[in-house]
């Protein structure tokens, strides 16, 4: 699809950047950035004292932020809880948005929602696009395990679209268009030759979240809200765990070959299909990780069906407490 189509439709502006110019627009409003050190420092460097470091993407955040004065834009500066917060604001407010993400590490440059704690748990909330999206080029070229992260997001979308075919035979309707756009991103990154073309591929998955995210985050992003709850402390990234649920989710299509057939793709083959996309960019060590981790005791994964039984995925059709998963995570790792 052509994506500058997509965003003129949207009246989304988009630039990169091959070199820093010093960003301009951050001096145009709220300024929200990571509590890490990269931007916070990347931000005084530039001579900017005044911003908002989240270290958390919370409901309560957002609230806090609230209650000072805000005028001229919101601007999201940094990785997915910066930006996931300024969207929220941005909406709240009734403000304009910038987005900014200093990394490629998840599918959310440009999505018209954003995933908050509200207390309980993690929530995927409507919010608002941004009227321009900035790609600091000169950022992302040696961003590592940021850009992994990114990449295993966007392979994510092929079994979250597996489960939009299970879910249309529980009577469930979906839009073509934004079926076929979160298709086309994820092999768009299976081919990627340049940071601009991954962007590309990003930012064409944002847009197919744009009625739900669920054309993105399916069955596979359930394991990674588990894995986050249970082992994360920060350790992996969002889309190193949704990696790691991909990989799980298709093996389970895989051993319920029989019981799971005529979806979109071939069931009995989707976990070595997508081993070896993984494996082709470069990411199928990093997404199992997580399940070498040390903490990682794969009879918690009995509790996934538990996480978000409203959004209809494999695992309303497979109960994961009755999941052999000692076996299961031994086949993936052998």
């Known amino acids: 699809m052509d994506i500058q189509k997509l965003l003129n439709e949207r009246n989304i502006e988009l630039s990169y950047l091959d070199k820093d110019y010093g960003f301009p627009e951050l001096k145009k409003g709220t300024i ?4 890490r050190g990269f931007t916070k420092n990347l931000l005084s460097d530039l001579g900017f004292a005044e911003f908002y470091p989240v270290s958390d993407a919370s409901l309560d955040r ?5 209650k000072n004065e805000h005028a001229g834009s919101i601007i999201g500066f940094g990785g997915g809880k910066a930006i996931d917060i300024a969207k929220k604001l941005a909406y709240d407010l009734d403000l304009n948005l910038i ?8 599918d959310g440059l440009i999505s018209k929602n954003c ?14 696009y941004p009227s321009k999206i900035i790609i600091p080029l000169y950022l992302w070229k040696d961003s590592g395990n940021l850009k992994k992260s990114g990449i295993c997001d966007l392979i994510s979308n092929l079994t979250a679209l597996q489960d939009l075919s299970l879910a249309e035979k529980n009577g469930e309707k979906f839009s073509e ?24 591929a990003l930012i064409m998955s944002g847009i197919a979240m744009e009625e739900t995210s669920k054309y993105c985050s399916g069955s596979e992003h359930e394991v990674e809200r588990l894995l986050e709850a249970k082992i994360n402390g920060g ?8 990696g790691t649920g991909t990989l799980i989710s298709a093996k389970i299509y895989e051993i319920y070959s029989n019981e799971l057939p005529d979806l979109r793709f071939e069931s009995k083959n989707l976990f070595e299909e997508i081993k070896e996309k993984m494996k082709k960019v470069g990411v199928y060590e990093f997404a199992i990780e997580p399940l070498k981790d040390e903490k990682f005791n794969p009879e918690i994964l009995g509790e996934i069906s538990r996480i978000r039984p409203e959004r209809y995925s494999l695992w309303n059709v497979i109960d994961s407490e009755k999941v052999e998963w000692k076996k299961i995570v031994g086949g993936i790792l052998e």
Do not use: C, M, W
Request: glycine content about 6%; hydrophobic content about 30%; overall charge neutral.
């Open 62 to 66: 957002v609230e806090e932020i609230k």
């Open 99 to 106: 987005s900014i993400p200093t990394a490629p590490s998840h």
């Open 115 to 128: 995933s908050l704690y509200n207390g309980i748990k993690r929530e995927t909330i409507p919010t608002k």
């Open 235 to 242: 350790k992996y990234l969002h889309g190193q765990l949704a």
């Open 32 to 35: 929200i950035t990571n509590s």
């Open 177 to 200: 268009f934004y079926k076929q756009l979160s298709f086309e991103s994820a092999e768009k990154v299976l081919g990627f030759g340049t940071d601009k073309e991954l962007a590309e």
